[in-house]
């Protein structure tokens, strides 16, 4: 069985489509947690990103955002 895929933030920024800037300093640290999303192989500086963890939690969030919101009249909305 194969283990995590890490990927460089440039790497990252290809398969989400997001700029580097953008996950440097707004993701990193907000979104994307040290030890779950991200690691600093050996104590470094360098930031590897867990593949897997972040395209899960990307789903997730997804579906989490879609469900209808229910009203106090009985009908939901969609937000």
Do not use: C
Request: glycine content about 10%; aromatic content about 8%.
């Amino acid at each position: 069985m194969a283990g995590p895929t890490y990927l460089t933030t440039e790497e990252l920024s290809a398969r989400i489509k997001y700029d580097q800037r953008t996950i440097r300093e707004r993701l990193k640290d907000s979104v994307l947690l040290e030890g779950v999303h991200y690691i600093r192989p050996f104590g470094g500086r360098k930031i590897l990103y867990v593949w897997e963890q972040i395209a899960e939690d990307m789903g997730s969030k997804s579906r989490e955002s879609s469900l209808p919101i229910p009203m106090a009249n009985g009908g939901v909305l969609h937000g």
